[in-house]
């Protein structure tokens, strides 16, 4: 019970930062943030949100349905532009991975499972 109460409030939390600072970053992106600082500060063990944790990444796909349907909905405006779409996840990906490794080998970073 305890982690979806601090998964809830870092988002809560993020979301009213965002909106303090004009929704220059998504809240959703600032509660991540903070999650990750309160657990590295052990303000928040790891402990308290595994199960909740778990239950979400178990159940990922559930969260990709309103895309897809969005995605059939849209189509007539994606079809058109479908080149310019791919061309920039294959780029945006290339860049993700390539700062995700740069950043594991700098901060030394190894897995914790």
Do not use: C
Not at 37 to 65: E, Q, S, W, Y
């Amino acid at each position: 019970m305890k982690g979806i109460f601090f998964l809830l409030a870092a988002y809560l939390v993020g979301e009213a930062l965002s909106r303090l600072m004009g929704g220059f970053m998504p809240g959703s992106v600032l509660g991540m943030v903070l999650l990750f600082a309160a657990l590295k500060t052990g303000v928040v063990k790891a402990a308290d949100i595994r199960g909740v944790a778990t239950f979400l990444l178990d159940n990922m796909i559930l969260f990709f349905v309103p895309i897809g349907v969005g995605l059939i909905a849209t189509y007539q405006v994606i079809g058109p532009n479908m080149l310019v779409i791919v061309a920039m996840l294959v780029v945006t990906t290339l860049l993700v991975i390539g700062v995700v490794g740069w950043l594991q080998q700098k901060t030394g970073g190894h897995d914790h499972a």
